[in-house]
């Protein structure tokens, strides 16, 4: 099975990341991006290398599909070790393991804390509990991966006080642009739905709470889903079981063929099978089906279990990005929940990196309620709003600035001008990042020209100092030039050459410091 060049690169990134002395790294990969796939080659390259390998998940179909996809891709064998079955005396040199089993004293004890010299984590943004961390300090030597599809810079920052490194990172948008995976249509649905009374728990709305408030909507809801789901393959996520069968009998009164699947659904692989068959075409299930179940052909997904966590947001789109034939794109239909606080997750939140971003486009989206919208498009459009509200800000910045006659250039002013959404949007993700700017990055920052007070972590000031660093050799302007120009008019002196602002910086010199009259700042390039 020949990997893709992502999946290529993220294996030679992880393997790097050990090799310089990283233990513990994580990949990030969108749902049906194959991360199982990679993972798999990587236990295959560290079993030639003379590892034995643990490959740790938390459900029993997580553990079955990665014995059977490294089975498929490398040709090896796995031994199991949960409940009954045990992989003690097995020659097979890949483990998989259920954490509930590991996790427990009698059964950890029964391995040396050298036998396992690689752990694997599917579904890594599991790892933070206690049960994970338990079967870690166990095998305190064993280099780890953890692999997720959560985009999330806030789960990234829980994760942070696992992992120590991010070895590789493939985006949604990426993935999409690429052709891996399917274009997704958001529609925000003009129903807005009340959650004011409902509680959190663990950081996340009350499942129970959920179940109540949804319950006067779910007639609309299903009147809403006859104008755009007709003809679509949909699954609808639901906060609770009865909400779910109830939903599934309100939806076959309209005319839809559904069907409902929960934990303790008897006939759950016979359901999912006719869904797959398109004996159903539509599929119900109270939170079953984020992980661990896919089918290809789901060209509509419906997401009525409002959440504030954007992994578990991303796993429900999840099950309908993966490419199909025939499939256009993927229809997300996204309603309009009235809370308290802009906390909850969006469609926004699959494609923004930057929470002002993210905003806007929600904001965007729903000015256009009940048309379907290219996500990727939106956001563009969203991030064109943002630039020109900051740049808006930032000229008043640099009035002010003008005024105070800095000899040093404001960050932001720098960010903008080389156009670096990447530095402006920058959250901190792992510990050493958070922490505060060293005195040394602080004193280098100020001698390249750069106000280093306004930078409040370390992990920021490292990305500009590697900014300023490729800038350099790139032989583009410095942030005095940047600043020296910028104050007089001229525009976005960052993308400009050194050697094409230094001329003009010398000409304006030569003119008694003035900007000579032939030379229109708005409307200069810097070539």
């Known amino acids: 099975m020949e990997l893709r060049p992502y999946q290529q690169e993220s294996r030679d990134a992880i393997f790097s990341q050990w090799d310089d002395g990283i233990k513990k790294t994580l990949l990030v ?51 199991t070790e949960k409940a009954e079955e045990t992989c003690m005396g097995s020659w097979f040199r890949i483990v998989v393991g259920s954490v509930q089993t590991l996790m427990r004293a009698k059964r950890l004890s029964q391995f040396p804390e050298d036998y396992f010299s690689t752990i694997i984590i599917d579904e890594a943004h599991h790892s933070i509990s206690d049960s994970y961390q338990r079967v870690l300090e166990h095998f305190p030597d064993a280099k780890v991966l953890g692999v997720t599809a959560t985009p999330d810079r806030g789960d990234m920052k829980n994760l942070g006080n696992v992992f120590e490194s991010l070895a590789y990172e493939y985006t949604l948008p990426k993935a999409i642009k690429e052709g891996y995976l ?53 699954v609808v996520f639901l906060p609770l079981v009865k909400t779910s069968q109830k939903f599934r009998d309100i939806l076959n009164e309209k005319g839809f063929r559904a069907a409902e699947v929960n934990g303790e659904s008897q006939d759950r692989a016979e359901v999912l099978q006719d869904f797959e068959n398109n004996r159903y075409n539509v599929l119900c299930n109270s939170m079953l089906l984020t992980e661990g179940w896919d089918c290809p052909s789901v060209d509509c997904i419906v997401v009525l279990r409002p959440t504030k966590v954007r992994s578990l947001y991303c796993q429900m789109v999840g099950r309908g990005t993966r490419l199909f034939p025939g499939k256009e794109s993927l229809l997300l239909l996204d309603f309009l929940w009235h809370t308290e606080r802009h906390e909850l997750c969006h469609p926004a939140h699959l494609i923004c990196e930057n929470e002002e971003v993210a905003q806007k486009m929600t904001e965007n989206l729903e000015k256009d309620a009940g048309c379907p919208m290219d996500i990727e498009e939106a ?113 976005h002196v960052g993308t400009w050459q050194f050697e094409n602002a230094k001329r003009l910086i010398d000409r304006i010199a030569g003119n008694g410091w003035r900007v000579p009259h032939d030379i229109n700042p708005a409307e200069y390039k810097g070539e």
């Not at 510990?431 to 505060?436: H, V």
């Open 379 to 491: 956001e563009k459009s969203a991030a064109e709003d943002v630039v020109e509200q900051r740049e808006e800000a930032l000229a008043k910045q640099l009035a002010e600035m003008k005024r105070r006659k800095r000899k040093l250039v404001d960050p932001l002013q720098f960010e903008m001008s080389i156009q670096a959404e990447d530095l402006s949007g920058y959250v901190p993700a792992f510990g050493w990042e958070m922490a505060p700017p060293s005195e040394s990055q602080q004193k280098t920052l100020e001698k390249l020209g750069i106000m280093p007070d306004e930078i409040d972590n370390a992990g920021k000031a490292s990305k500009l100092l590697e900014r300023l660093d490729k800038r350099r050799v790139e032989c583009l302007t410095t942030p005095k030039q940047i600043r020296f120009l910028e104050s007089r008019g001229f525009q």
């Open 29 to 79: 990969l969108p749902t049906g991006c194959g991360k199982t796939i990679v993972f798999a080659r990587v236990a295959e390259q560290c079993v030639q290398n003379g590892d034995r390998v643990l490959i740790l998940a938390h459900r029993g179909e997580l553990l079955e599909q990665a014995a059977d996809k490294i089975a498929k891709a490398t040709g090896l064998g796995c031994a």
């Open 182 to 234: 399917s274009p997704i249509k958001a529609v925000t649905i003009p129903l807005t739905m009340d959650l004011t009374g409902v509680g959190t728990q663990g950081g996340d709305y009350k499942v129970g709470d959920l179940g109540t408030a949804l319950d006067p909507y779910l007639y609309n809801i299903a009147e809403e889903m006859q104008k755009y789901c007709a003809d679509k393959k949909t």
